[in-house]
Every structure is written in structure tokens, then in C-alpha cells.
């Protein structure tokens, strides 16, 4: 499956003051291949070292950073001269060696002529002791599951998302109905590769959810793995609690969701963790809609989303008929997905800030705002065909954003005003291409 982070990573390769490089994101979201496939595309020789799985490779940071003794170590192992120009470096999970990550830092400093990307748990927070991260000498690219335009390539689309990209609406419009089976079909599915891979190969909605309930036991697996005894039941019952929060009328994270009488202090580790490690994607609450928007955002409030909304549908127990069929009694919940799916896609676009908007005292909500080259775009997500909202109205009058968005299943209009009604299927291309 072709990945848009593939660019990025041509982009380093080919960079000037290029630096070791630093996959980060979930586990499962295909960290490993794209970094084998990058080498066994762009590179004469791909070295691979898994250090979970590499015994000998153990103590190879631990007497000292001398580069050449440990790519002369490495050379050993493999039979193979490394060549700087030629030769690309991978240390997957990088975390379960000592002093791993704090090696990028001399390969930085002296030799950046190697090429060196590097994956692995828990990259960007401290939970070993004794260990100190490079910062500053490393780059970092963040994966995350398949977009929906990667889902469309992976189904032999490209040209209907090059149409969507270019906003060409009235020659989309025959395939409004085309898109929005293949949008419903990927909220069921979601963009974790194994299983864009498994669905790609039967079509067949009950492997899709062994699959992905697969992946949800070996990330709470992981929970026991690298979180402190301590934290490891907080924390599940946060995972655990994700679908009941989102499925509310009102998003808003809620500790007492969790259980009766929980208090923030308790969870906040657990949730810290969860977001570090890319499970949950926060998006906070802002109290007025101004620039930065980061300096409004209230630190208590928050939505807590879930890293696919494939998960969320598995973990919901959302069967194929509920969200491919058209029964009313799920509109509330297909409201999560969608909310959710919109999420995930406005992380896939190079914006400044993603959060939302409530007044006061909670009785007016717009569902997303973003920031994006200076301008403030409030976007309102439905998951059927009613597009009224007073909030949204309301709004648009009292802080007059220049570009407004409604997001839902219908086609696209309003060219000519503020407010444009956006298929959900091209959400992430057309907020991609507002400018300021």
C-alpha cells in the first residue's frame, strides 16, 4: 500500500543538513514496513535491527558513542560493509536498548553522512530511568493509520481523489454515492494497514473485526509491558471508558465516565500516556475563537478521541449492517465515528492547532476549530442529512470567520458564501487547500 509518508521520507534522504530520523506514532500503523520499504526502494542495502529481537546488539551503546566502533560492530553482524551513500540504518524499537536513543545524538554530531532512521514504544516520553533524548539532533515523522485519500489509493482510486483535490465538484458529482459507500466502508474499517491489507484481500467484514480486535489486545498487552504496575488499571479503564465517552451527546472527556466519583488527578497520568504514545488524540476546548488559539485553550476541558476509527467501531461493537445500513436508531453513535473520523483526518493536514469551541456555560458547541496560516476555520460534522445548527449559525455571526465548514454526507455547495457544505469524504483535501 502506497503511504503519503513516503515523500517525507525523501524529502530527509535528500536533505542537506540531513539528521537520524525518528518514526514515531501508535503501534500497528506500519512504522516497520514503510521504514524496510523505504530502504528496499531508495537505498543499494537496507540494515535492520530489531533490538527487542537481537540479543548481541544489547550492550552495543553501552561502553561509549564512538560511531565507528559501533558501525564497525554492526558491520560484523551483518558480513556487510556500510557504505554512508548508500546504506540506510534502521534501529527498530530503539527503546528496549540502553542508551539507544541518546547514541542519535553522536551520529548527529559525528557522522552525519549515515543514514539512520529509528522506531520504537514510547518514543518521545521518559518512563526509563538513567536515559536522556537527543534533542535537537534528531528529526521526527509522525505515522499515523491510513487517511481516507490512502484508503482510496489502496482501492484503486487515485483519480477520484486527484478530482477531490483540485476541487473539482461538478465532475464528482456522478460519484458522490460511489464515495460515500467507500467512506462508510473505511469507518468500518479503518486505516490500520494489517487491516486496510486483510480487507483489500476478502472483503470480509467478520476477518476485518478479528483483525482489529487482535490489535486492540496487543496494545493492552503492551499496557502491562512498558507502563508502571501502578498505572497499568487507571489506564485501562481510560481505554476502556473511550467509546462511552464519545458516544455522549456531549464529548467532553468525563472522569466520572470512568467511574463514580473519579477525579482528573487520578486519570492523568494514565492519559498523558495514552496521548504520548499516539492511542488518544486530545483536542481541548477553546474559549474564544481568537489568534493563537493555543493561548485560549482551557487545560481542563478536553475530547479525548482514539488513534482509528476502525478501533472505535470494534471496541463499540458496531457491527457491518449498523453503520453500512441506514437504521436510525445508531444516527447517535455514527455521530462518534464521524466526529472522529474528521479528527483523524484534520491530523493528516498541516494545520497550527485543532481543538473546539463551547460558550461559557455549555450551551452552544462548534465541533472543531482549526487554525491554518493565520486564518480560524470553525467546522461543524453531521452524520446524516440535516445540516441546521444554531450553535454553528450563531457562531459565524458573532466572530465572522472568512471560510466556514459544514461537513456531512451531502455534496458540496456553497461556492459563493462563507459557510460551504463539504462532503466528509473530502474534508481533509479541502481544509488542505484553504488559505489564508
Known sequence: MERTAFKQLLDWKNSKDRKPLIVTGARQTGKTWLMREFGRRCFDKTVYINFEN????????????????????????????????????????????????????????????????????????????????????????????????????????????????????????????????????????????????????????????????????????????????????????????????????????????????????????????????????????????????????????????????????AMSGLNAQTLIGESDIFVEFKGALTEQYVMQELRTVETDYIGYWTNERSTSEVDFVVQKEGCIIPIEVKSGGNLRSRSFTQFCKTFEPKTAVKTSLLPYSGSDSVVKNVPLYAIASFVANIKA
Request: proline share 5%; charged share 25%; hydrophobic share 45%.
Open 54 to 313: 537481537e540479543p548481541r546488539y544489547k550492550e552495543l551503546f553501552a561502553q561509549d558513542f564512538e560511531v565507528e566502533r559501533i558501525v564497525s560492530t554492526i558491520e560484523l553482524g551483518f558480513g556487510e560493509k556500510i557504505t554512508p551513500d548508500s546504506t540506510l540504518i534502521i534501529l527498530d524499537e530503539i527503546q528496549a536498548v540502553e542508551k539507544g536513543l541518546a547514541s542519535l545524538k553522536y551520529f548527529q554530531e559525528n557522522a552525519p553522512q549515515y543514514a539512520i532512521v529509528a522506531a520504537g514504544s514510547l518514543l518521545g516520553i521518559s518512563l526509563h530511568e538513567n536515559q536522556s533524548f537527543p534533542v535537537g539532533k534528531v528529526s521526527f515523522l509522525d505515522l499515523q493509520p491510513l487517511s481516507f485519500a490512502e484508503f482510496l489509493i489502496a482501492n484503486g482510486k487515485q483519480l477520484l481523489l486527484e478530482a477531490m483535490q483540485k476541487r473539482q465538484w461538478e465532475l464528482l458529482q456522478p460519484f458522490h454515492d460511489e464515495l460515500t459507500g467507500l467512506l462508510k466502508t473505511y469507518l468500518y474499517v479503518g486505516g490500520m494497514p494489517e487491516v486496510v491489507k486483510n480487507w483489500l484481500a476478502t472483503h470480509d467484514y467478520f476477518k476485518v473485526r478479528d483483525k482489529q480486535h487482535e490489535i486492540l489486545r496487543s496494545y493492552q498487552a503492551d499496557f502491562s509491558k512498558h507502563v508502571p504496575s501502578s498505572q497499568v488499571p487507571r489506564l485501562n479503564m481510560v481505554w476502556d471508558s473511550l467509546p462511552a465517552q464519545l458516544g455522549k451527546e456531549n464529548k467532553k472527556f468525563v472522569f466520572g465516565v470512568i467511574r463514580e466519583g473519579a477525579r482528573a488527578k487520578d486519570f492523568e497520568l494514565a492519559i498523558m500516556w495514552l496521548c504520548n504514545c499516539g492511542l488518544t488524540l486530545r483536542s481541548h476546548r477553546v474559549k474564544v475563537p481568537r489568534l493563537p488559539l493555543k493561548a485560549y485553550q482551557d487545560m481542563q476541558v478536553f475530547k479525548l478521541f482514539m488513534v482509528d476509527v476502525g478501533l472505535l467501531g
